[in-house]
């Protein structure tokens, strides 16, 4: 275990002492605790920064279960530190921002946010730090199980409740298609590794499951990174404190699919479905989420469009970028690879600028009591600071200078014209519509961040539709939103900054085959370009973002303004209904309440899994009826076997239930008289004892049994029950003559020889029954006997907890 | 009218014992001879049911003041600490040793975990007949 591995797994350690920091010291806020582990982690992984030079890749190895090729690599190169960094710093910040969003009140389960938000954070640095595919799917999956306490944390709302369960519906299927991915890829290439995998791309490019393995991976990422139509999630997801908002659904949690599908470019990119995938999905996402947040009323539901929008974005950059794998010739090659860069820089800049505003939502909401833009208005003057750190922000994320957003902007238009002039995957016939699309998008973008800012912060102040008096938030709560608002700043400003430390190695691990050895990529940012298209481009969108703007009170009435939830939820909602009742369907025709019912239901399957498995493997046999030996049977053994058989014909014609249990009782204790034949005292000896105690038992429940009614059965039913049980029997027959005769041909020696031999030397114990059971079997004797135990209490909970009717179960 | 079951108490009390004793015999024969802990559990829960079906149910429970749930779960618990003891010395779950030691009054006797593993199944089952039984019994509904 190296330092990186304790610092995946140091979140979780910490989540441990969480609920007794929250105990212990009531008085303080459990975050003040919490928020020295991210900082610690941020600073710690600082270190790493390369200065100068390419960075060179850190593979660290703990096995896990080495015998499946799965191991717990830390894998540290330039993209797993790009997102370790964004997942400690903004993690620091938000925890930072929460201690004065939620109050330590004391109703206020403060131990389990964090203990969920530790959990999160441990989970993200495990996806983006690990080498292994199946240590990330589990990371992953306890991620969108975090991600879904977080959104249900205020659980006695009903719409939390909903958003968690919609999230977790939608992550976690994407989730198990992608470990389908993952499989795939490992009976392709034998490994788990992504070096490894990476190592081998050429070869497996060829092979039929290379596409279906794409396929199933893509849906993990886009259901993940909410992309169309799988976005529908993350608008409910805002039902999540705002802290989590800005840390989860926009900053860290999303981007995993961004991750995965960035990691896994060496391998699939240069295809020309990964190609237009990508970017297909990437440009609908974007244009269908800008369009869909300027009709939304709530500040937050605009910023969780802006963010499914922001996402298409920085997918359909990866998606065009991946051309640049199909050249090896590197001057062609970084024509198109500025489109990976700008999903590198804007994946930085929307966390600085998406993370503000959240906080900034949040502040709002916070210290006036309402999200809902019709309400609001006029909090310029009121909240100067929130009002400042807004219009940095939004300015960033419309794209105007000298913001960061409006270089990665700019940066997206090139990458976007840049593949128009592409000469494979048949871009030469649709490659038009990648310049328009993202022009269009950001038209909308720009308005409806035009929109958020003018109806929160100008007009008329409206104190009566505010469920408080609005005043400036406290200096704890502006500190998160303004360290970020200034690197938006920053960054806009001095864009190099970020260019060797942190592009340049992402880069370098999504393109690997671009470089040579030791080289790196040269990324250089900078405002003016001279006049060329990008800036027409931005010119056009300002204007055009402007007449929208003007003009949105000509269609605030129309019906597309008044509907606010995406259409694609009707398909969710009765989707989740079908599947409801479908299972109740199911439920109810299986689940009769007749325990003759489940016993047929039992039976029946026995019957084909055993019969149809004896028929495929071929080992039914009949020899044993031909060289049927009946050796000696003494007249004895004679009386047993014909009692035996004859009491139980008797059985189906016993109408009182009292000669029914001594019958069978007779059945017992003559089979254990078989075993006293066959030499078998522990079997006799159980038998016997089995027998007793189900006498006592049988009496007791014979008690509490009604009298036994004579039933009218209908042909049907009594046919199916004779099929049933002469099914049964021919089948035990059948496979009793086929094992006598199997043994008798193949010539298996008995498993009994090696208890024989063994059972004296290997467990030192004489009665070989007993040595298997405590022994050789004895796993199975632990599970027996837990088997008891669990049906014990199942009884006692049956009989002690009654239902009365009317219970919720 | 009330109803004497002399007859039955008297031989309950010396039955009783004889197989409670009968079942210990049963249980420590078991890695020899035809017993173990199964049989053993069976063997003692149908004494203590003899017990309850001659006698009534409030008089033993104070004679005999087991929890039986508490019970199924130390034997439970007992059983898997034996398995768990094997990991001590590097090997895989449920690993049995034995050992001959020379013992005072006994002779040589053979001591091996497998007996406190069976002392957890017959615990897990006493616990389980009579729990199952009893809970049924103490129904009225």
Same mark, same amino acid.
């Given at each position: 275990?190296?330092?990186?591995?304790?610092?995946?797994?140091?979140?979780?350690?910490?989540?441990?002492?969480?609920?007794?920091?929250?105990?212990?010291?009531?008085?303080?806020?459990?975050?003040?605790?919490?928020?020295?582990?991210?900082?610690?982690?941020?600073?710690?992984?600082?270190?790493?920064?390369?200065?100068?030079?390419?960075?060179?890749?850190?593979?660290?190895?703990?096995?896990?279960?080495?015998?499946?090729?799965?191991?717990?690599?830390?894998?540290?190169?330039?993209?797993?530190?790009?997102?370790?960094?964004?997942?400690?710093?903004?993690?620091?910040?938000?925890?930072?921002?929460?201690?004065?969003?939620?109050?330590?009140?004391?109703?206020?389960?403060?131990?389990?946010?964090?203990?969920?938000?530790?959990?999160?954070?441990?989970?993200?640095?495990?996806?983006?730090?690990?080498?292994?595919?199946?240590?990330?799917?589990?990371?992953?999956?306890?991620?969108?199980?975090?991600?879904?306490?977080?959104?249900?944390?205020?659980?006695?709302?009903?719409?939390?409740?909903?958003?968690?369960?919609?999230?977790?519906?939608?992550?976690?299927?994407?989730?198990?298609?992608?470990?389908?991915?993952?499989?795939?890829?490992?009976?392709? !290439?034998?490994?788990?590794?992504?070096?490894?995998?990476?190592?081998?791309?050429?070869?497996?490019?060829?092979?039929?499951?290379?596409?279906?393995?794409?396929?199933?991976?893509? /849906?993990?990422?886009?259901?993940?990174?909410?992309?169309?139509?799988?976005?529908?999630?993350?608008?409910?997801?805002?039902?999540?404190?705002?802290?989590?908002?800005?840390?989860?659904?926009?900053?860290?949690?999303?981007?995993?699919?961004?991750?995965?599908?960035?990691?896994?470019?060496?391998?699939?990119?240069?295809?020309?479905?990964?190609?237009?995938?990508?970017?297909?999905?990437?440009?609908?996402?974007?244009?269908?989420?800008?369009?869909?947040?300027?009709?939304?009323?709530?500040?937050?539901?605009?910023?969780?469009?802006?963010?499914?929008?922001?996402?298409?974005?920085?997918?359909?950059?990866?998606?065009?970028?991946?051309?640049?794998?199909?050249?090896?010739?590197?001057?062609?090659?970084?024509?198109?690879?500025?489109?990976?860069?700008?999903?590198?820089?804007?994946?930085?800049?929307?966390?600085?600028?998406?993370?503000?505003?959240?906080?900034?939502?949040?502040?709002?909401?916070?210290?006036?009591?309402?999200?809902?833009?019709?309400?609001?208005?006029?909090?310029?003057?009121?909240?100067?600071?929130?009002?400042?750190?807004?219009?940095?922000?939004?300015?960033?994320?419309?794209?105007?200078?000298?913001?960061?957003?409006?270089?990665?902007?700019?940066?997206?238009?090139?990458?976007?014209?840049?593949?128009? !002039?592409?000469?494979?995957?048949?871009?030469?016939?649709?490659?038009?519509?990648?310049?328009?699309?993202?022009?269009?998008?950001?038209?909308?973008?720009?308005?409806?961040?035009?929109?958020?800012?003018?109806?929160?912060?100008?007009?008329?102040?409206?104190?009566?539709?505010?469920?408080?008096?609005?005043?400036?938030?406290?200096?704890?709560?502006?500190?998160?939103?303004?360290?970020?608002?200034?690197?938006?700043?920053?960054?806009?400003?001095?864009?190099?900054?970020?260019?060797?430390?942190?592009?340049?190695?992402?880069?370098?691990?999504?393109?690997?085959?671009?470089?040579?050895?030791?080289?790196?990529?040269?990324?250089?940012?900078?405002?003016?370009?001279?006049?060329?298209?990008?800036?027409?481009?931005?010119?056009?969108?300002?204007?055009?973002?402007?007449?929208?703007?003007?003009?949105?009170?000509?269609?605030?009435?129309?019906?597309?303004?008044?509907?606010?939830?995406?259409?694609?939820?009707?398909?969710?909602?009765?989707?989740?209904?079908?599947?409801?009742?479908?299972?109740?369907?199911?439920?109810?025709?299986?689940?009769?309440?007749?325990?003759?019912?489940?016993?047929?239901?039992?039976?029946?399957?026995?019957?084909?899994?055993?019969?149809?498995?004896?028929?495929?493997?071929?080992?039914?046999?009949?020899?044993?009826?031909?060289?049927?030996?009946?050796?000696?049977?003494?007249?004895?053994?004679?009386?047993?076997?014909?009692?035996?058989?004859?009491?139980?014909?008797?059985?189906?014609?016993?109408?009182?239930?009292?000669?029914?249990?001594?019958?069978?009782?007779?059945?017992?204790?003559?089979?254990?008289?078989?075993?006293?034949?066959?030499?078998?005292?522990?079997?006799?000896?159980?038998?016997? /004892?089995?027998?007793?105690?189900?006498?006592?038992? /049988?009496?007791?429940?014979?008690?509490?049994?009604?009298?036994?009614?004579?039933?009218?059965?209908?042909?049907?039913?009594?046919?199916?029950?004779?099929?049933?049980?002469?099914?049964?029997?021919?089948?035990? !027959?059948?496979?009793?003559?086929?094992?006598?005769?199997?043994?008798?041909?193949?010539?298996?020696?008995?498993?009994?020889?090696?208890?024989?031999?063994?059972?004296?030397?290997?467990?030192?114990?004489?009665?070989?029954?007993?040595?298997?059971?405590?022994?050789?079997?004895?796993?199975?004797?632990?599970?027996?006997?837990?088997?008891?135990?669990?049906?014990?209490?199942?009884?006692?909970?049956?009989?002690?907890?009654?239902?009365?009717?009317?219970?919720?179960? | 009218?009330?109803?004497?079951?002399?007859?039955?108490?008297?031989?309950?009390?010396?039955?009783?014992?004889?197989?409670?004793?009968?079942?210990?015999?049963?249980?420590?024969?078991?890695?020899?001879?035809?017993?173990?802990?199964?049989?053993?559990?069976?063997?003692?829960?149908?004494?203590?049911?003899?017990?309850?079906?001659?006698?009534?149910?409030?008089?033993?429970?104070?004679?005999?003041?087991?929890?039986?749930?508490?019970?199924?779960?130390?034997?439970?618990?007992?059983?898997?600490?034996?398995?768990?003891?094997?990991?001590?010395?590097?090997?895989?779950?449920?690993?049995?040793?034995?050992?001959?030691?020379?013992?005072?009054?006994?002779?040589?006797?053979?001591?091996?975990?497998?007996?406190?593993?069976?002392?957890?199944?017959?615990?897990?089952?006493?616990?389980?007949?009579?729990?199952?039984?009893?809970?049924?019994?103490?129904?009225?509904?």
């Amino acid at each position: 275990m190296s330092t990186l591995h304790y610092l995946v797994l140091a979140p979780f350690i910490m989540a441990i002492f969480v609920p007794f920091f929250y105990k212990w010291f009531r008085n303080i806020h459990t975050g003040w605790f919490v928020l020295i582990l991210p900082t610690v982690l941020f600073v710690y992984l600082l270190q790493y920064l390369p200065v100068g030079g390419p960075m060179e890749p850190l593979q660290l190895t703990v096995p896990w279960v080495p015998s499946l090729g799965i191991n717990f690599t830390v894998y540290l190169d330039g993209l797993s530190l790009l997102f370790a960094l964004l997942i400690t710093g903004i993690g620091a910040l938000v925890v930072l921002y929460s201690i004065y969003y939620i109050a330590n009140k004391k109703d206020e389960p403060l131990n389990n946010f964090y203990v969920y938000l530790l959990m999160f954070m441990g989970a993200m640095l495990g996806v983006v730090l690990s080498d292994n595919l199946i240590v990330i799917y589990v990371f992953w999956e306890l991620t969108s199980l975090a991600s879904s306490l977080l959104i249900a944390y205020w659980f006695h709302k009903e719409k939390s409740r909903y958003g968690a369960q919609k999230s977790m519906f939608i992550t976690v299927t994407g989730g198990f298609s992608m470990l389908a991915g993952f499989s795939l890829l490992y009976v392709m !290439t034998n490994t788990f590794s992504i070096q490894e995998i990476i190592a081998q791309a050429g070869t497996i490019i060829n092979d039929p499951l290379f596409i279906p393995a794409m396929l199933l991976i893509l /849906l993990g990422a886009f259901t993940k990174s909410a992309q169309f139509p799988f976005h529908i999630w993350l608008p409910d997801a805002m039902e999540a404190p705002t802290p989590v908002s800005a840390y989860l659904h926009s900053a860290t949690m999303v981007k995993a699919g961004i991750y995965l599908v960035a990691r896994l470019t060496p391998v699939f990119g240069g295809t020309a479905q990964w190609f237009w995938l990508l970017t297909i999905f990437g440009l609908v996402t974007l244009v269908w989420g800008s369009v869909s947040a300027i009709r939304q009323k709530d500040l937050k539901a605009i910023l969780a469009f802006s963010t499914i929008s922001q996402l298409g974005l920085i997918m359909s950059l990866l998606g065009l970028g991946s051309a640049a794998v199909h050249y090896d010739v590197a001057n062609v090659d970084m024509l198109y690879a500025t489109a990976v860069m700008a999903a590198v820089f804007h994946l930085i800049n929307h966390a600085t600028f998406k993370g503000s505003l959240f906080m900034v939502v949040g502040i709002v909401d916070h210290e006036t009591g309402t999200r809902d833009i019709r309400n609001l208005g006029g909090l310029m003057t009121i909240m100067p600071i929130t009002f400042t750190i807004s219009l940095i922000g939004l300015a960033s994320m419309a794209g105007l200078p000298p913001f960061n957003g409006f270089l990665s902007k700019e940066m997206f238009f090139t990458g976007t014209l840049n593949a128009t !002039t592409l000469d494979i995957f048949n871009v030469s016939t649709w490659g038009f519509l990648f310049p328009v699309l993202a022009w269009i998008a950001s038209v909308f973008t720009f308005a409806y961040c035009m929109i958020m800012f003018f109806r929160t912060f100008t007009g008329k102040y409206q104190p009566e539709k505010l469920k408080k008096e609005a005043h400036e938030a406290p200096v704890g709560m502006l500190i998160s939103p303004i360290i970020l608002a200034s690197l938006v700043v920053i960054f806009g400003l001095f864009p190099n900054l970020l260019g060797y430390t942190i592009i340049e190695p992402a880069m370098q691990s999504i393109l690997p085959n671009l470089l040579a050895e030791g080289d790196r990529f040269y990324v250089n940012i900078y405002h003016w370009h001279g006049l060329n298209p990008e800036l027409f481009m931005t010119i056009g969108v300002v204007l055009f973002g402007m007449l929208v703007v003007l003009n949105l009170k000509r269609w605030q009435e129309t019906t597309f303004f008044l509907k606010e939830r995406d259409p694609l939820n009707r398909v969710y909602d009765s989707g989740l209904d079908g599947l409801i009742a479908g299972s109740q369907r199911v439920t109810n025709f299986q689940m009769t309440g007749l325990l003759r019912d489940y016993f047929a239901f039992m039976m029946i399957f026995m019957i084909f899994l055993v019969g149809w498995t004896f028929i495929q493997f071929d080992a039914l046999s009949f020899e044993s009826l031909a060289m049927f030996n009946a050796g000696e049977v003494t007249p004895f053994l004679w009386v047993i076997t014909l009692v035996l058989i004859a009491a139980t014909l008797t059985m189906p014609f016993i109408q009182q239930r009292i000669t029914a249990i001594i019958v069978v009782g007779v059945i017992g204790f003559l089979v254990a008289l078989l075993f006293v034949v066959f030499r078998a005292p522990d079997l006799a000896l159980t038998q016997l /004892l089995v027998e007793t105690v189900m006498v006592v038992l /049988l009496l007791l429940a014979f008690y509490h049994l009604p009298e036994l009614r004579r039933e009218k059965f209908t042909p049907r039913f009594r046919f199916t029950n004779l099929a049933i049980s002469v099914g049964m029997g021919l089948m035990v !027959t059948i496979i009793a003559l086929s094992v006598h005769a199997l043994r008798q041909t193949a010539g298996f020696d008995p498993i009994s020889d090696f208890f024989v031999e063994a059972s004296v030397p290997l467990a030192g114990g004489y009665n070989m029954v007993n040595v298997i059971l405590v022994d050789f079997r004895g796993l199975d004797t632990l599970l027996e006997v837990l088997v008891l135990a669990i049906a014990a209490l199942g009884v006692v909970t049956l009989i002690k907890h009654k239902f009365k009717g009317g219970e919720d179960v | 009218m009330k109803t004497n079951f002399l007859m039955l108490h008297t031989i309950t009390r010396i039955v009783a014992f004889i197989i409670l004793s009968f079942s210990v015999f049963l249980f420590f024969a078991g890695h020899n001879n035809p017993g173990g802990g199964f049989i053993g559990g069976l063997m003692t829960a149908s004494a203590l049911l003899l017990l309850y079906v001659s006698f009534d149910l409030k008089t033993i429970k104070r004679v005999i003041p087991f929890n039986y749930s508490t019970m199924i779960a130390v034997g439970l618990l007992i059983a898997i600490a034996t398995g768990l003891n094997s990991f001590l010395f590097g090997d895989p779950f449920l690993t049995q040793y034995f050992e001959y030691y020379d013992l005072p009054v006994l002779g040589e006797t053979e001591l091996t975990t497998a007996l406190p593993f069976d002392l957890g199944i017959y615990l897990v089952v006493v616990g389980v007949a009579l729990l199952t039984i009893l809970t049924i019994a103490e129904d009225d509904a």
